[in-house]
């Protein structure tokens, strides 16, 4: 069991050190949760004995036209797969070297995929900004631990003459509309003025930038606390069912890690995105209407647009087609960076009534799976 584990995370972190430009998936199902527990008699989610915990399989059941039960297994491989049963640690432990690459001047985007409720925010950020305040660190998602691990390593690093500045954006992108959730309380998502103010432009040195955000110093791990608490204030000044809304879109948080060595002269640049995506379920678009037809065209849009940039890129292509949404174009630097490092989380939620939903998003993670961006690269080089 040990020899196993050890070659497990051995060959897990030559995989992440190898990830120069190209994209890893990690799978994570999450645990079913109060009434699903009775409801579900058994679950189509089943995780194959294998040595690097990275398969999955779902099966399939339906009816065929003679009113008999079928069923069909479609089984998965990916860089790694979390069963329901893996903490937050546990997850964080292997992300926690990509976030050193961001403080080693890469650019980086960690995404999390996946229907509403199937646990991105859960890993993202952790269970919601008021259980954030408190003393147990076990239940932090990505975000609050990720400037925790970025903040201890800049203190060990200013004995060796680094000097760091971390600065973090907050923006949500809702209906192809940028919003700026560090804005002072309540402003946020106020006026369409206000939002029309933030603009994606290319500064003097071709650096893709927000014209008007609220950008902030994290000079503490503290201060992540009071920035979530802030972002979930100014959602819910926006929506009258937040969790609704937060379901319906983007929100990407950015992290600034520009450092210094008086000594040596040196510098780093690098910048960690964390993206948590809108619930990628297909509503019967036929059936919807208004507000809610609007919201399904822009998120199916954004996320195939996603899916199109990172199978361009893995291709070679000359065009990139980052322009097609907002949230290709804010991440435009940090996708194409020919450095650049992508991890995406595929979130599952085990229940049997999510089936469909979840062979979707399996199947979109495979897709991104296969992109082999800096294998490309280095061909069309
Ligand atoms: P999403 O952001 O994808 O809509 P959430 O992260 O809000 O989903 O998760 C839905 C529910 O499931 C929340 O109540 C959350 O606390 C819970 N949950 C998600 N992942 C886990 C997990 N790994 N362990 C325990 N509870 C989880
Ligand atoms: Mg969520």
């Known amino acids: 069991k040990l020899r196993s584990e050890e070659t497990m995370r051995r060959r897990l972190h030559n995989a992440i050190q190898e990830l120069k430009g190209n994209i890893r998936v990690f799978c994570r199902v999450r645990p079913l949760l109060g009434d699903e527990k009775a409801a579900a ?6 995780f194959p004995e294998c040595d690097d915990n990275n398969e999955i399989e779902l099966v399939q059941s339906s009816e065929n ?3 008999k039960a079928t069923s069909k297994a479609f089984p998965f491989k990916f860089d790694r797969v979390f069963a329901p049963d893996s903490s937050q640690d546990a997850v964080f432990e292997d992300v926690s070297q990509l976030i050193q690459s961001a403080l080693d001047g890469y650019p980086v985007c960690i995404f999390a995929y996946g229907q509403t409720g199937s646990g991105k925010t859960h890993t993202m950020q952790g269970p919601d900004s008021i259980s954030l305040s408190s003393k147990d ?3 932090l998602g990505i975000i609050p631990r990720a400037v925790k691990q970025i903040y201890e390593n800049t203190n060990k690093l200013a004995e060796r003459g680094w000097e760091y500045t971390l600065e973090g954006q907050f923006l949500e992108i809702y209906n192809e509309t940028l919003q700026d959730l560090l804005a002072p309380t309540g402003r946020g998502a106020q006026t369409n003025d206000k939002q ?12 893709t930038r927000v014209k008007n955000v609220t950008t902030v110093k994290v000079d503490s791990a503290e201060r992540v606390h009071w920035l979530l608490a802030r972002a979930a204030d100014n959602r819910t000044v926006a929506a009258t069912n937040c969790n609704e809304r937060s379901s319906r879109s983007h929100s990407v948080f950015t992290l600034f890690l520009r450092g210094t060595n008086a000594l040596t002269g040196e510098s780093s640049s690098g910048v960690l995105n964390l993206i948590d995506l809108a619930g990628s379920e297909r509503l019967a678009n036929s059936g919807s209407s208004g507000d809610r037809l609007k919201e399904t065209q822009a998120i199916n849009k954004s996320l195939a647009c996603l899916g199109d940039v990172i199978a361009a890129l893995a291709k070679g292509s000359r065009h990139i087609p980052y322009r097609n949404s907002k ?4 991440l435009q630097e940090s996708l194409g960076a020919g450095n650049s490092k992508t991890l ?3 979130c599952v939620n085990p229940s ?12 979109f993670a495979t897709k991104v799976n296969s992109c082999q961006i800096g294998t490309a690269r280095r061909q069309a080089a």
């Open 41 to 46: 008699a058994s679950l189509p989610i089943s």
């Open 65 to 67: 036209a003679l009113g």
């Open 137 to 139: 660190e076990h239940i």
């Open 196 to 207: 029309a103010k933030l603009d994606i432009y290319q500064d003097s040195e071709g650096h």
């Open 327 to 330: 949230l290709t174009h804010l």
């Open 344 to 346: 995406m989380f595929v």
């Open 352 to 363: 049997p009534g999510s089936a469909q939903e979840s062979l979707c998003s399996l199947q």
